[in-house]
Nanobody, 120 residues
């Protein structure tokens, strides 16, 4: 009943930038948390960044100073501006949201994932 649709991935050269977007739609009362995870081949999924409804943010140490997460509450959309990308950040990036569904409570939802490839 809630869908997360990611966009903005693709191929970029090392040192370049990309901006990911994720729009949530469906049965939504509110969204507590929105964020981005990534999973590289052969590795576990890891948190990249997340933003709480009040605006507080958390980042993985490896991306601090290079990535910026932001959110448009009116559009139920989260953005991830990535800069100074390195090849090791090639991964599938997943949008995540903790959504309050009317009359049901809070649930976690995931996007389908979007490929980011950083070439050397």
């Amino acid at each position: 009943q809630v869908q997360l649709v990611e966009s903005g991935g693709g191929l970029v050269q090392a040192g370049g930038s990309l901006r990911l977007s994720c729009a949530a739609s469906g049965s939504i009362s509110s969204i507590n948390v929105m964020g981005w995870y990534r999973q590289a081949p052969g590795k576990e999924r890891e948190l990249v960044a997340r933003i709480i409804s009040g605006g507080n943010t958390n980042y993985a140490d490896s991306v601090k100073g290079r990535f910026t997460i932001s959110r448009d509450n009116a559009k139920n959309t989260v953005y991830l501006q990535m800069s100074s990308l390195v090849p090791e950040e090639t991964a599938v990036y997943y949008c995540y949201a903790e959504v309050v569904v009317p009359r049901r409570g809070a649930y976690a939802f995931w996007g389908q994932g979007i490929q980011v490839t950083v070439s050397s």
